[in-house]
């Protein structure tokens, strides 16, 4: 090698390095995201014309004829009355007996919460509750016994509407969970909102893509191709390896912001947990 | 864990005599088919319902032989006549052994 093509050869290692840096420094300017908004193709209207077409009522009747879910339910019943920890208290001993105290705190959720400076979720409320009031050990997340109690403290407000606030300090929350709805991610390039607002009630294959409104409402749920019942973020990370992205932990920062904005556009729609999925 | 065998039924709740109703059956269990492996390359030995029974006062009056064909959790329907007040028992054995029953009672008008 002589030494011209050696000196080029040094020369394109540093572009390469100057090049990856320049990355790094533009994947940085998160904080201030500047997003591309899409528009549904079709009317919500026409939306809910197709997925009667497609779907019809079929996961209400498998949900009504048989969950099994509603054993998970149970569970979750007994393990809100048992007392665990330091402090020899359970759930029940602040919130009433069956829960009564907790009667549509679920439908505000999630929010805001000072004390963790970010969005507070149920499964991390559980768990927060568990370590500063009663003295347990935090539940390991999508474990049975902790999918159980989100399960039965949500069943607490079914049929109440959601009603979640994205006023005051959960704006900006808000704002990082739409910039990473629609943010392009992954080898594949797919963006959540590419799917689910802007190609939304057209056919994938044999699926058709949901719209984004109506996500939220009824986890955690039984979904068929688990073959198991899962939350919400369990789905986030399913969807986020499909398109080859990047899978992130449970309850991180980005998928509570996530959940927020998924759970705004729900605002108004009951809550109906246990879930059924195809 | 979810627990194996818990059953469920679910019936019409008024019944007159002589009458066809339809009974759902659920019941929980993973229904490993034997042909699936873990991460590290063994093999999950198979687990399943191979076995239903259904006992309508003495009477036997149906069995049905399931393979690994069939779901986790398992859902069935099917209809019964209504014609005499007994219990109505399901049995669902295991290629492991395990038995699990539910029985409820029917009261037809």
């Known amino acids: 090698m002589s030494r011209f093509s050696r000196a080029f050869v040094l020369l394109a290692c540093a572009g390469v390095l100057t090049a990856g840096a320049w990355k790094y420094s533009f994947a940085g300017e998160e904080a201030a995201p500047r997003i591309k908004e899409y528009t549904p193709n079709i009317s919500s209207q026409e939306y809910e014309k197709r997925y009667n077409a497609v779907y019809g009522k079929s996961t209400e009747k498998m949900a009504e004829e048989g969950n099994p879910a509603d054993f998970m339910l149970d569970d979750g019943k007994d393990l809100f009355g048992k007392a665990e920890g330091s402090a020899g208290k359970s759930c029940a001993s602040c919130h009433g007996a069956n829960g009564e105290k907790l009667k549509g705190v679920a439908a505000t959720f999630p929010k805001y919460d000072p004390a963790i400076n970010g969005i507070n979720t149920v499964a991390l409320q559980i768990n927060r509750c568990r370590q500063e009031h009663m003295g347990a050990a935090p539940l390991k997340y999508e474990t049975y016994d902790q999918l159980a109690l989100e399960l039965y403290v949500k069943s607490l407000s079914n049929g109440v509407p959601i009603k979640v606030s994205i006023d005051g300090p959960a704006k900006p929350f808000y704002e990082a969970g739409k910039a990473y709805y629609y943010k392009r991610h992954g080898q594949f390039n797919f963006s959540c909102a590419i799917c689910h607002v802007k190609y939304a009630g057209h056919m994938m294959r044999a699926n058709l893509l949901s719209s984004n409104r109506h996500h939220a409402d009824h986890w955690p749920a039984y979904r ?11 789905r986030f ?7 080859r992205q990047e899978v992130l932990p449970f309850q991180c920062e980005t998928y509570r912001d996530l959940e927020l904005y998924l759970t705004y556009q729900a605002n108004g729609l009951p809550i109906q ?3 059924f999925k195809m | 864990m979810p627990a194996v065998g818990r059953i469920k039924i679910r019936m019409p709740h008024t019944i007159s005599r002589g009458q066809v109703v339809p009974v759902d059956v659920l019941v929980t269990h993973p229904m490993e088919t034997g042909l699936r492996k873990t991460k590290d390359g ?12 259904i006992f309508y006062g003495g009477d036997r009056i149906t ?20 014609d005499k007040a007994a219990p109505l028992r ?15 009672q029917i009261n037809p008008r």
């Open chain 1, 273 to 275: 947990v246990p879930g």
């Open chain 2, 90 to 104: 399901i049995v669902y054995k295991d290629n492991k052994g395990g038995v699990y029953q539910e029985t409820v």
């Open chain 2, 42 to 53: 063994k093999v999950i030995p198979a687990y399943f319902i191979n076995g239903v029974d």
């Open chain 1, 224 to 234: 068929l191709d688990w073959g198991a019942a899962g939350s919400f973020q369990k």
């Open chain 2, 63 to 82: 069995h049905c032989d399931w393979t690994i064909a069939v779901s986790a959790n398992p859902f069935m329907t099917f209809y019964l006549k209504a």
């Open chain 1, 237 to 243: 990370r399913g969807c986020n390896k499909n398109v």
